[in-house]
């Protein structure tokens, strides 16, 4: 009964009536309510087929109009048919129906297969499917299988959206595909800035919908889902399947969806998790639960192996004793050169044989210092998976780690790999508990289970997965085991945080054109956090009645918001504040930078200096040398590339002069990044010591997606400011292309080639003075040899004309 009055005030919250249900008279006794089951009028209503139960045998899925076809190719894929786990979710939960569903299950569980079956079921009744992820790299290798598989085996039309060049928008806004994958922030983009988009939408697939609870991305997901929540007021109702690892409490998330709920903890492949110290004692809890312990290394295998006791100590006779088992083995590291350092003293000691068909896949233009190191690892039968590494070698590393023939038998990796990339390997081992970023927080039980769960993955050969933490001393041993293979896992909560309310109301009243200025408490009502707040605390409602009112009249005042009559609305200028993704902070501070420029001085390549000022750049890891004077020199690059006015606006609001170096630095690295300079030539003049301040090109690429992210946001802040002075949208989409290639301006026209090509293979031929794609096609096939290599000339060439 409880539950029922916290329900009834949570949802009456939403439509903006306050209650205080009371629970009057007395029950004695037991009360039970007989199950119900769909009847004789049931199926009178409704066709025969929502009845319809289907078994494994993936050939009964016909009853629900799927094509032969389709069916045909999920047999060649999942040769055991479908497991326990969606047979629930079809025969239980109906979602071939239509039925939203949130699924809660382990990694390698086979939960996105759920979203795929509906996906198909929506598109053979003619509603279109989007998939929403959370990263562009998990957007890409699902657009790349979704592409292979119902694209030009099945005729379906598939499309990607992540903010790249090479996005098919047009596609989308037109209503010219069948399934589109996109990344978390640019369908909340488009459909807040064209919501017809979702009238076209008959079912959204959220994977990995427990990133609602991350600091960062969690209001992008939250934001997102309760704009699909607020449509269904319009009469838009696409069926929603929300994917989700595995968590603790839901805390009624799946009430606050207003959809089922189906979770399960079991795993089709099994999993022993424990703990390994340096006496070779092996703690563990084995696939039926049982904790137990026993001796898996000898003592004498474990010594030091360089000046003082190290991880590797452990790792290398650990990984040795897995490669006579046959096993293929990720070491999970938590910073970029222990990864690469892993797979580097794995390769000399394993005696592996080398992965030669692996080396000959990799890039030879424009290579970052960290390339030659991963051929000597894969020359080792090893690789290692971070950001310092190009993306067309990480792409190559993690096919080949995929591949069960490959010689790739051991990768060295940071926590991406974990982060839903299809990386699977029969064990894996976590060197560090610990996080080293600006926080140095420990892992969470869930960020544990996530990266654990890349063990034994389903649809591969293991039939059991290992997960191994490291630990110095049986007493670390014990409170490993304890904390992470018994601890409970983390509840479902909001990310919401009453200290950022400016922006989550800012970009809420994006989402709408206008409301009444009473009704304002309502929209944050409406977010899961503010569901779960009203639910448990009943005087919710009144108390941040009171901060929004007061919040309000700070907004009016900053000509963010304006009122006429009862109704309040964002003023244009608030309202490119509330479409961007910077915090209310941020956009206010970008806002009071552009009151001291003048606007025929504002270049594109200036903003993209100025965004290097916000919050959001500066919060972001800068590795910098603090030792002596050696970064003061930074202030002086900004000025011989940008003038000294950018300099003297990169000193604002700067905590420190570390932090306006850093700055300073961050925006000379992105000007030498567009301008073609080669990527070791960067990483050389911008590490002034190899152990601190070093930079790789992980750092320049992060640099330059930050700034790409944020960058069209500032335009539409800058051009409101200056009043249509200043870059136009031609100069902002020309830059968006150079940040995330890496390429001059005039080098830009290559991106029509029909083949995308690296970084280095564009400057190749703009070194070559080959600056169009109609320059290429007027080269001698030999000639395009001399400058790409045989065997890109010759993809090239297969493509003219086309």
Not at 106 to 132: C, D, H, N, Q
């Amino acid at each position: 009964m409880a539950q029922v009055l916290d329900l009834v005030r949570a949802e009456v919250g939403r439509i903006g009536v306050v209650q205080t249900p009371v629970l009057l008279g007395q029950i004695e006794g037991g009360l039970s309510l007989p199950a119900l089951k769909r009847g004789q009028r049931y199926f009178t209503e409704f066709p025969e087929h929502r009845g319809a139960k289907v078994t494994a045998n993936i050939a009964s899925l016909s009853v629900f109009n799927l094509p032969a076809s389709v069916l045909n190719e999920w047999r060649s894929q999942f040769t055991g048919g479908l497991n326990d786990l969606q047979l629930q979710a079809v025969n239980e939960h109906r979602i071939l129906d239509g039925a939203s569903l949130l699924v809660v299950a382990p990694t390698s569980s086979g939960k996105t297969f759920i979203g795929e079956m509906a996906s198909a079921r929506a598109i053979v009744e003619g509603r279109k499917a989007v998939f929403l992820l959370p990263y562009k790299a998990l957007v890409n290798e699902k657009f790349d299988r979704f592409t292979a598989l119902y694209g030009d085996k099945l005729g379906m039309r598939v499309i990607r959206c992540t903010g790249d060049y090479q996005d098919q928008v047009q596609l989308l806004m037109r209503g010219k595909y069948d399934l589109a994958v996109l990344t978390y922030e640019m369908w909340l983009n488009l459909v807040v800035s064209t919501p017809a988009i979702l009238s076209q939408i008959g079912l959204v697939v959220l994977d990995e919908a427990q990133f609602i609870t991350d600091p960062l991305r969690g209001i992008t997901v939250e934001l997102l889902l309760t704009y699909l929540l607020a449509a269904r007021e319009r009469g838009i109702m696409p069926q929603l399947i929300a994917l989700s690892a595995v968590i603790g409490d839901i805390n009624d998330f799946d009430g606050w969806l207003s959809c089922q709920k189906l979770v399960s903890y079991d795993r089709p492949v099994k999993l022993v998790e424990g703990v390994l110290d340096r006496q070779g004692v092996f703690q563990y809890r084995d696939d039926t639960g049982v904790s137990q312990t026993k001796q898996l290394l000898e003592p004498h295998l474990i010594y030091v192996r360089k000046d003082k006791p190290r991880s590797q100590d452990v790792i290398v006779p650990l990984v040795q004793h897995l490669m006579r088992q046959g096993e293929k083995v990720i070491v999970f590291r938590n910073q970029r050169g222990n990864a690469q350092g892993c797979a580097k003293y794995l390769a000399d000691d394993l005696g592996l044989p080398p992965a030669t068909e692996t080396i000959a896949l990799l890039p030879n233009h424009d290579l970052p210092k960290t390339s030659e190191a991963l051929r000597v690892c894969l020359a080792g039968g090893t690789a290692f998976h971070n950001t310092d590494l190009l993306r067309e070698e990480r792409a190559i590393v993690e096919q080949a780690f995929r591949d069960p023939d490959s010689k790739v038998r051991v990768l060295g990796a940071t926590t991406t790999v974990a982060a839903g990339i299809n990386t699977p390997a029969s064990t894996v081992i976590l060197a560090e508990q610990e996080f080293l970023g600006d926080d140095g927080r420990p892992f969470t039980v869930a960020e544990y289970k996530n990266m654990a769960g890349r063990a034994g993955r389903l649809g591969f050969a293991n039939n059991e997965g290992k997960a191994i933490i490291l630990a110095d001393n049986s007493y670390q041993r014990e409170e490993l085991f304890r904390r992470y293979v018994l601890g409970e896992l983390e509840p479902l909560q909001s990310s919401f945080n009453p200290n950022q309310l400016e922006t989550w109301i800012i970009r809420l009243l994006a989402q709408v054109e206008r409301i009444e200025r009473t009704e304002v408490v309502r929209l944050l009502a409406n977010t899961y956090g503010g569901y779960s707040a009203n639910k448990q605390h009943p005087g919710w409602r009144y108390d941040m009645e009171q901060r929004l009112e007061r919040l309000l009249q700070r907004m009016i005042s900053l000509d963010l918001v304006e009122q006429e009559r009862e109704y309040i609305q964002l003023t244009l200028l608030g309202r490119a504040c509330g479409m961007s993704a910077l915090s209310f902070e941020s956009a206010l501070r970008l806002v009071e930078l552009l009151r001291g420029v003048q606007p025929a001085a504002m270049t594109a390549e200036k903003l993209v200096a100025l965004v290097q000022v916000l919050p959001e750049s500066d919060n972001g890891y800068t590795p910098m040398m603090k030792r002596g004077r050696t970064e003061a020199i930074r202030p002086q690059e900004v000025a011989a590339r940008y003038g000294p006015d950018t300099v003297r606006l990169l000193q604002k609001y700067a905590r420190d002069e570390f932090d306006y170096y850093a700055r300073c630095k961050r925006a000379a690295i992105l000007w030498d990044w567009v301008h073609g300079t080669p990527v070791d030539e960067i990483e050389g003049r911008y590490t002034p010591n190899p152990y601190q301040g070093r930079i790789g090109h992980g750092d320049v690429r992060k640099f330059a997606d930050t700034t790409r992210f944020h960058l069209r946001s500032a335009h539409q802040i800058a051009s409101l400011m200056l009043l249509g002075q200043g870059p136009d949208d031609a100069a902002i989409e020309a830059m968006l292309q150079q940040l995330e290639v890496g390429i001059p301006a005039d080098a830009l026209d290559l991106l029509s080639l029909p083949l995308p090509l690296s970084r280095g293979e564009y400057l190749a031929l703009w070194s070559a003075g080959v600056t169009t794609a109609a320059a290429v096609w007027a080269y001698a096939a030999v000639q395009l040899e001399q400058i790409l290599g045989q065997v890109r000339a010759a993809q090239l060439q297969s493509l003219r004309g086309k």
